[in-house]
């Protein structure tokens, strides 16, 4: 679903280099040492009023654009097709898309007592920051106060980790280069970019990551925050109905809204009934309706 697959997108804008460890030379690992201080979110800051974090892949017909926005209240994730998310301290809402692609605002819920807080700081921890295990090296380059780290994929070393199978997959792709660029001076990361080299010499860039600092602030939507927060809907779950460790967790939200719950990590989904026999989760339910519901532990 939607929700996922820009999750998966909003993890690979991810840009640090958390390789670094086959960096051999003591310099080059006092210059990732750098780089890792200074692109800590929290560090961004303390010296930028916000950061933007604009990534483009070009399929084709069109160009699809996700950017990444932090300031000290809150972040943010918009696309260009309509998605928003935006997590601030007191939760997570915005709009999706439901399966027929039509645009629908939602909020997020945490049954667990401090859910939010975890999940809110995974996403701050990786803002600027990927896990690259894989790629070679290439020598540091320094031009014009920018210093640019660049990672090589080539078809005989990916051939070695994952079998000659992939030589087939990769067709005539000869290498690809994850190129990182910084500020030389305060290590803070300017861009990154993805080109691919074949064999008959050809170049093609995948996808471009620019990073902005002190640009306009992200204004949000009131209308949406308005009906994302509204009190008109009711949300309840019946925890371990019948029980002696039976709960109620309660919510509410505005009538339009789809109400995205995380469960308590041993519980696994939600059912109609209290026998907990007639699975019903929130993607299924009746936006203007109120969600009464019950869920079992190890169910």
Same mark, same amino acid.
């Given at each position: 679903m939607k929700m996922k697959t820009l999750l998966c997108l909003l993890l690979a804008l991810c840009l640090?280099?958390?390789?670094?460890?086959?960096?051999?030379?003591?310099?080059?690992?006092?210059?990732?040492?750098?780089?890792?201080?200074?692109?800590?979110?929290?560090?961004i800051l303390q010296n930028h009023q916000n950061v933007r974090a604009i990534m483009e892949s070009d399929y084709g017909d069109a160009v699809y654009t996700i950017t990444n926005y932090a300031d000290g209240e809150r972040l943010v994730t918009y696309d260009t097709e309509g998605y928003i998310s935006i997590m601030d301290p007191e939760g997570e809402w915005g709009k999706t898309s439901d399966e027929s692609g039509n645009h629908i605002p939602f909020i997020t819920f945490f049954v667990d007592e401090g859910g939010y807080t975890d999940y809110l700081a995974t996403f701050r921890e990786c803002f600027l920051s990927t896990d690259l295990d894989e790629g070679e090296l290439q020598p540091l380059e320094? =031009? /014009?106060? $920018?210093?640019?780290?660049?990672?090589?994929?080539?078809?005989?070393?990916?051939a070695e980790v994952y079998g000659e199978e992939i030589i087939e997959w990769w067709g005539d792709l000869n290498a690809t280069d994850y190129v990182f660029c910084y500020d030389a001076e305060t290590f803070e990361q300017l861009g990154t970019s993805v080109v691919e080299y074949y064999d008959d010499g050809t170049t093609e860039e995948l996808m471009g990551t620019a990073i902005a600092y002190d640009g306009e602030t992200y204004e949000i939507d009131e209308e949406l925050y308005a009906q994302t927060h509204e009190q008109t809907r009711l949300l309840s779950i019946t925890m371990d109905p019948g029980t002696e460790e039976e709960t109620v967790w309660t919510a509410h939200t505005g009538k339009g809204v789809m109400a995205m719950i995380f469960l308590p990590e041993d519980?696994?989904?939600?059912?109609?009934?209290?026998?907990?026999?007639?699975?019903?989760?929130?993607?299924?339910?009746?936006?203007? =309706? /109120?969600? $009464?519901?019950?869920?079992?532990?190890?169910?």
């Open positions: 640090t280099l958390s390789a670094a460890a086959c960096l051999a030379e003591e310099d080059e690992d006092a210059v990732f040492a750098k780089i890792s201080e200074a692109n800590t979110l929290e560090a320094t =031009e /014009d106060g $920018v210093l640019k780290i660049t990672l090589r994929q080539t078809r005989e070393a990916v519980y696994i989904s939600t059912y109609r009934d209290a026998e907990c026999t007639q699975e019903y989760y929130y993607w299924d339910a009746d936006l203007n =309706e /109120d969600f $009464v519901v019950y869920a079992k532990k190890g169910m």
